[in-house]
């Protein structure tokens, strides 16, 4: 325990610390949580607290908290090398096995990684790839990207107007020009009268129609999250992936597929695009790479952008100071060795997520609950009003928000995205601790009911 105590601490907070994503009016009278320890899939507050992470910290710490092989390869390799930079023919021993071990678990057409300090950074270098890469092809018009309302995709300008988050760019004029917005896949919010699979077909034709509408020589990229997270696991209909595939086969478009969440694990695959079968030309990732024990994030980039920015591109003036951090590719390295001889991925498609699947499934029998829905280790509940008419309740989010406060209020974190509740726990989550997070679920699902009355 941190010497000062949490009054201490809270009051220093609002003092000195803003925060990310956080309403600083708020904290006075709610105060901050003050997270002070972790272990397994476990977290404890300042106030002694036992917390079941069903967040894994913020989709990120895939292997779990507490491993000390992590620590030791950072120790080491900070007493060896702690820094030094990637610019100007530099490199170091852990960025570059930490490049080929990735490569190997990605799709077989991407051989490289371009590698940044966040998944925010990694969409920065997507945009510039995406314009340079066109440029290079001798058509410099292609520099529109296509990206979809709600999506997230990071907070920097370039992350933040990729990302479709209306909040977002309300504050500071986003999206910036070039980035345009198409409907997401989003059916049980949004699908109407259709069913899923017709909802799946018209999402995905709005990219065609709005290929139609720019003009093909104006269009650079199209990029997505294999599922949404951020936006409230929103996972396309079955038939929404094999017609966006069609649509791109059609036109010369790069593809990108954010792998920020998805990617490391979280479907029961390496990356998403091997679980939709998509042939995505760039690949930004980030989070999972790590474990999220330091920053690091990354872009994988197909064998045919490389062969173009290589063969004819001469000096790509991009790049961060932190690229290749020596001490963050040695996390990462033994975070990639970990989760290889431990079969982690093998343990979330075999084992955990049809586990998961299968226990939340059953929360869909709540009064209150709409949908379930959930791949890999991903899962959403939908709070209704209504479950035949998917009716929402009036003042999006404050049921959602009771049930998140709820949720810690009895040792669980479930984030709400307005009246979503959503999940992604560490991949090594075992089944007896799957079971206290759905017992601990369908506990406060009732005691929601009872609030509301
Ligand atoms: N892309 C996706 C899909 C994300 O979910 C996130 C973060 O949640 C980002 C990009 C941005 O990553 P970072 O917060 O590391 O900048």
Known sequence: MSKLNTAALQAMDAAHYLHPFTDHKDLGARGTRIIERAEGVYLWDSEGNKV???MAGLWCVNIGYGRTELAEAAYKQMLKLPYYNSFFQCTNPPAIELAKAIAEVAPEHMNHVFFTGSGSESNDTVLRMVRRYWDLKGKPGKKTIISRVNGYHGSTVAGASLGGMSVMHEQGDLPIPGIVHIPQPYWYGEGGDMSPDEFGIWAAQQLEAKIQELGIDQVGAFIAEPIQGAGGVIIPPDTYWPEIKRILAKY?????????????????????????DLKPDLMPIAKGMTSGYLPMGGVIVSDRVVETMVEHGGEFYHGYTYSGHPASAAVGLENLRIMRDEKIVEYVREEAAPYLQEKIAGLAEHRLVGEVRGVGLLGAIELVKDKATRERFPDKGTVGTLCRDLCVANGLVMRAVGDTMIMSPPLVIS???????????????DQVAEQLG
Do not use: M, N
């Open 252 to 276: 010369d478009i790069l593809l990108v597929i954010d792998e920020v969440i998805c990617g490391f694990g979280r479907t029961g695959q390496w990356f998403a695009s091997q679980h939709y």
């Open 431 to 445: 089944r007896s601790e799957i079971d206290e997070l759905v017992d601990k679920a369908w506990k406060v699902l």
């Open 52 to 54: 079941l992470d069903g």
